[in-house]
């Protein structure tokens, strides 16, 4: 059975600061996906992770993925308000079986 | 391009009433899928479609029914509502076999069941 683990679950940041979250996943899977989503909205795709060693940049956000470690990281870089929402990672098995993670609660206080 | 749609956006129910959440998709996705979302739990599969036609079960299918007779649309039944059925109901779909093809989310539909 494939479980997905997120770490820290809740986050506290002041703007400007730096964090990483980390997403370990317990099967073989070479793609993995990252999710935010805002207070009673619905889920938007950040990134699409789809090989050992892939890493993608989009403004202050970075996530990479180490298929043999089964370990993907969201960075977040000079952290602003605006990245205040919980981000979720997934895995996939065989592109039919998302399994997601319990979701990361961030808060950036100014 | 409406993306993904599900109707309604709100629902109450009494414990037994059976309904149906509709849930379409204007970018002939092959793949769709529908979730729950409960408080620290994430989202977790209910029932997934590769195709009209074929569906499957995800992690927590019981008391749950799907079909999927067009790509388009991928109605979830609840036959008889249950209050552990409370909980935020996603659909979703993305285009497979497209090398990273993400999933795209509908707005929800949050479901309290008395």
């Known amino acids: 059975e494939l479980k997905v683990e997120q770490n820290p679950l809740f986050l506290s940041m002041q703007e400007g600061k730096n964090y990483t979250i980390y997403c370990n996943y317990s099967t073989t899977s070479d793609r993995l996906y990252w999710y935010r989503q805002d207070p009673g909205k619905s889920l938007e795709s950040l990134f699409v992770?789809?090989?050992?060693?892939a890493v993608k940049q989009e403004g202050r956000l970075m996530a990479s993925l180490d298929t043999k470690a089964r370990l993907s990281t969201l960075h977040i870089t000079a952290a602003v308000h605006d990245l205040s929402a919980t981000y979720f990672c997934?895995?996939?098995?065989?592109?039919?079986?998302?399994?997601f993670g319990p979701g990361t609660r961030l808060s950036v206080l100014p | 391009n409406a993306g993904v749609t599900q109707t309604p956006k709100f629902q109450v129910l009494k414990t037994g009433q059976s309904m149906t959440l509709q849930c379409a998709q204007d970018m002939n996705h092959e793949y769709m899928s529908w979730y729950r979302q409960d408080p620290g739990m994430g989202l977790r599969l209910i029932h997934y479609s590769v195709g009209a036609g074929i569906t499957d079960q995800g992690e927590v299918p019981n008391g749950y029914n799907v079909s999927r007779s067009t790509t388009e649309d991928f109605p979830l039944r609840l036959l008889s509502a249950a209050p552990s059925q409370t909980s935020v109901y996603f659909c979703?779909?993305?285009?497979?076999?497209?090398?990273?093809?993400?999933?795209?989310f509908g707005p929800g539909t949050r479901l309290t069941v008395l």
């Open positions: 997934a895995v996939d098995i065989d592109e039919e079986n998302f399994v």
């Open positions: 992770l789809l090989s050992n060693g």
């Open positions: 979703a779909s993305s285009s497979m076999g497209l090398p990273g093809g993400t999933q795209y």
